[in-house]
């Protein structure tokens, strides 16, 4: 396959960035993404160039490390696919491809198309844990959980917070990440005692480092690699106005 | 309690929603046009003469219009700032032209309102149609809504701008509607999308039920007194 690509290259977060265009004539289309553009930086190293800057970790789909917006789909056009595990073949010979970083204030770019998602990092420290007693391992099932809850926190779990709800979205807005965190530990018994502190504590800091707000566009839905509902962000909405208007004194 | 964006957007739609209530109410009121002069005018009559009730539905109106885009305003604000380098391309995938046009729609409509109101309610717009009377059996003369609403409504541009109007609001309830549950957080698995379709149908309903009256008066089927 032949590619035409063009990618976004910054030096820093504070200099300016630009599309850089790429030719490559040899693509094989049993190529992850990541591989393909492992092929150009062999390239881009053997000419003494500056090869383009991304992150990845695990390759398989569930680190959450990968992640740039292709021809305008945060992960590339495919559903419930991080961009590790998108494959060439989902492109045609000939095709121009735009590459891009995850674009929000809240994620500013370090280098390329790296950015830095420790934003992510403290909203989780400002609630997204259960506080218990560390020790000997308690006995399994010792707390019994209803298997709808189970269910219902297990999907949210699924989240790697990679933030591609936040590319997605028109808004900039970190609400899929957030209430995805919020329900899979309010949706547990373990979760209970700290669920209306903890949803008020990521809200405020989600809108501290500066996301925008949710309108419902659900784009962050459809670019979800592991498919999280919007429905945990209806979840988060009435846990947090409960937390508002009920109190946080009256609150289990 | 109204510090983070979700609470204040949970005012958005309690607003909005508030005004979607009245848009129906207000259609209901209108489609009297089509029962003739002495049903609508004295529909008009009654309304006025229950002076508390309108005037707390006024302000309570008014109060939903000036917090609903007190806060959309705001709220936008912080989205414009939240990805200040836009992307080359965006591909929408779930998004739609009338969830994208939201403060468009939202900001003509706001602007229409103020006509309409100089036009209907304070008679300022054609006042020689304001100025007509009607004699109401049992009460005497009241202002004749009818003939007003059916003359202005033969005035090309009065119902031209109207149906632009009715067009955008029905736009703006296209998202409107099922978003406003969405952020009051009523979701569910099963019926969270036929309510979605629902409120389509909701929109669609009021703008062929809004866009009929000055049809009619356009095709000549209503035709002013005297």
Redesign the interface.
Known sequence: MKLTLHIWRQAGPNVPGRFETYQLDDVSPHMSFLEMLDVLNERLIAEGKDPVAFEHDCREGICGSCGMVINGSPHGPRQRTTACQLHMRMFRDGDELWIEPWRARAFPVLKDLIVDRSSFDRIIAAGGYISCHTGGVPDANAIPVPKPAADRAFDAAACIGCGACVAACPNASAMLFVAAKVAHLGSLPQGQPERYRRVRRMVEQMETEGFGHCSNHYECEAACPKGISIEYIAQLNRDLRRAELVGQELLP | ??????????IVAVTGLVMVLFLIAHLSGNLLVFAGPAAINSYAVGLRDVAALLWTVRIVLLGSLVLHVYFTIR?RR??Y????????????????FA??T?LLTGLLIFSYVAFHLAHFTWGKIYPQYYAATYFLDGRGPVHDVYSMVVRSFQVWWIALLYIVAVTFVALHLV?AT??AL??????H?RY?EPIRKASIVLAVLLWIGYVSIPVAAMAHLLEPLS
């Open positions: 309690m109204f510090r983070t964006t979700v609470m204040q957007k949970a709220l912080l989205s700032q939240a990805r200040p380098v836009s992307y080359r391309q965006q591909q929408y995938a779930a998004s739609t969830s994208r939201m998202h099922q978003s969405q952020t009051l957080g009523i979701y698995r969270t």
